[in-house]
């Protein structure tokens, strides 16, 4: 049963949500940023019904956060590569990362951004690039103005 | 029908994802950051049936990101707060927002970071406090290290 669509609503967040899928898409876009390409690697990370992982990825190719890159002619093989606009899903990934090391962390693996230079372990923060001040912190509020009606 | 458990997989955005809920508790974090707490303004908002809207809090509330707090005892009424831990997804929701607005912004109204001391609107970055640089740029990456077992 499709739950009730998002995409009508007035919130970015929520046109996001109903654009990117449901929560095996955030876990497929992850695996993407791992490197998976092909339908295998996806279900064998994931353990996830074919069926379904199939209905996420057109779903993820529809919403142009992956492309679909033929691989082989016989059989018939695609692959699934992140568009720019999937990779710009990376920073929300990683503050859902963070956000669940923060409170959830996991007991038999650790999952860390590092700094490839210096092997340190990073806790981001989301700031505005201008004055480099954290944008969940004061000063800073999300602000909703209605735009020109079309009619 | 309960879709299977992200809670055993061993990566902190599967666990975080896994006690957040599912889509609507997402919005109602968003909408408990706008200012609701009590039933009939999460019901107004979101159009959401009660039945799943009792669901989603409860889950918020057994997961440590909102708290119930009594306001009228006849009759008995609770309202819904956000913890130190539901204040700590913000930067998520925010993440969300940004790439909401980047990719499928909304026709009717926008809704914006904004920097209330200048009225500026943000696009926000999410970096490493300590080099002030992207952290889903070049230079930083995902580790994954097992921790010693239990056994």
């Given at each position: 049963?499709?739950?009730?669509?998002?995409?009508?609503m007035?919130?970015?967040?929520?046109r996001?949500?109903?654009?990117?899928?449901?929560?095996?898409?955030?876990l497929?876009?992850?695996?993407?940023?791992?490197?998976?390409?092909?339908?295998d690697?996806?279900?064998?990370s994931?353990?996830?019904?074919?069926?379904?992982?199939?209905?996420?990825?057109?779903?993820?190719?529809?919403a142009?956060?992956?492309?679909?890159?033929?691989?082989?002619?016989?059989?018939?093989?695609?692959?699934?590569?992140l568009?720019?606009?999937?990779?710009?899903?990376?920073?929300?990934?990683?503050?859902?990362?963070?956000?669940?090391?923060?409170?959830?962390?996991?007991?038999?693996?650790s999952?860390?951004?590092?700094?490839?230079?210096?092997?340190?372990?990073v806790?981001?923060?989301?700031?505005?690039?201008?004055?480099?001040m954290?944008?969940?912190?004061?000063?800073?509020?999300?602000?909703?103005?209605?735009?020109?009606?079309?009619?």
């Open positions: 049963m499709r739950r009730k669509s998002f995409r009508d007035q919130c970015p967040i929520a996001g949500l109903d654009r990117v899928g449901e929560w095996w898409s955030i497929i876009l992850r695996d993407a940023f791992r490197g998976s390409r092909r339908f690697e996806f279900q064998d994931l353990g996830i019904a074919p069926t379904i992982l199939t209905k996420r990825l057109n779903a993820l190719v529809e142009g956060l992956l492309s679909r890159q033929r691989y082989s002619d016989h059989p018939p093989r695609d692959e699934y590569v568009t720019e606009r999937g990779h710009d899903f990376r920073p929300v990934l990683l503050a859902m990362l963070a956000f669940g090391n923060r409170h959830f962390p996991p007991d038999r693996q999952v860390r951004i590092v700094n490839t230079a210096t092997g340190e372990a806790d981001p923060v989301l700031v505005d690039p201008k004055t480099g954290p944008v969940a912190g004061p000063g800073y509020a999300v602000e909703t103005t209605p735009l020109k009606s079309r009619a």
